[in-house]
Nanobody, 127 residues
Framework: QVQLVESGGGLVQAGGSLRLSCAAS????????MGWFRQAPGKERELVAV????????YYADSVKGRFTISRDNAKNTVYLQMNSLKPEDTDVYSC????????????????????WGQGTQVAVSS
């Protein structure tokens, strides 16, 4: 099993920045991809960014390209999401997720393809 714990959410003004962290523990050697998803009430969960744990390859949703950066620290078993130029529409609950393999973009963007999830952290951006 893999356990994921997020931190770093909060309230920020539009144009500001936040950095989210997700620390993995347990059978971390089995992780090949870690992603950040977000979900607003009444909406479907959507992928924000995903990173290949081994190669560092990344994929971003169009809505965050150029503003968000996903990175990882293998020694600390931690993945980060640096969020800059935040907008009110970025307000959501952000959750990290992990899976045991990389894959196609359609697969990586599907929440059901990730067996491991953190508890989520709230990000609120005021206008």
């Amino acid at each position: 099993q893999v356990q994921l714990v997020e931190s770093g959410g909060g309230l920020v003004q539009a144009g500001g920045s936040l950095r989210l962290s997700c620390a993995a523990s347990g059978r971390t050697f089995s992780i090949y991809a870690m992603g950040w998803f977000r979900q607003a009430p009444g909406k479907e969960r959507e992928l924000v960014a995903v990173i290949n744990w081994s190669s560092g390859s990344t994929y971003y949703a169009d809505s965050v390209k150029g503003r968000f950066t996903i990175s990882r620290d293998n020694a600390k078993n931690t993945v980060y999401l640096q969020m800059n130029s935040l907008k009110p529409e970025d307000t959501d609950v952000y959750s990290c997720a992990a899976r045991r393999s990389w894959g196609t973009i359609p697969l990586l963007t599907t929440p059901g393809q990730y067996p491991y999830w953190g508890q989520g952290t709230q990000v609120a951006v005021s206008s």
